[in-house]
């Protein structure tokens, strides 16, 4: 039909973001087209945070996730934006400079450890007491600046893994707390031995189809509704 504008041949191709101010198309950045095709990948690897002010290390480590599968789902450049990032996004884990332009990136890796997501720090250097200040925090890894990609995904594998080891063990001990704490309170309510009181939680579980650690913080709640 004359006058219309022809269908576009190649729908798939890469978008363009408009200027609000001119009306300007522009070209979508190289960059952000492959982190929305790596998006759309179902076998995505994992979910990768960055933060890190230099834009030549950002780059090495875009190339590098991508190549292994992953998918960058935020970039930081400074501390105080980490958090943010961390909650809007829910990463598979973070890479984090070990300097920031406003304070200390082992300081930011503490703080997105207490988010229960696991850290990678990227150091141009690992003296000792650098090394020591990271495990403190909770850093599960390094990576080496300059980045060799080959490096990346067994240090993020392996960073996952030991994360996922460390909060399964620590849930496991709290369990074990919660559920002495239970036996106790039912010992003494009911004048019961460690082994009847035990008896009784695993009863409950079992009729209920829950982990025991689940009826007895239901048991401890209960107890303190009744004190107050």
Known sequence: MRGSRALDPHPTRAKSLISPRRGVALPLPQWTTMRTQKAAHSSTRWRVAIVDDHERSRSALRSAIWAAGGEIVGESLRCRDTLAIIRRTSPDIVVCAAGLPDGDGVQAAAQVTDADCPVVLFTSHTDEALVERARAAGVMGFLLKPLRAAELAPALDLAIARFQETRQLKQSLEGRKVIERAKGTLMARFGLTEEEAFRRLR???????????????????SETVAKA
């Open 203 to 221: 009863r409950a579980a079992m009729d209920n189809r829950q982990p025991m650690v689940d009826i007895a913080k239901a048991l401890l709640a």
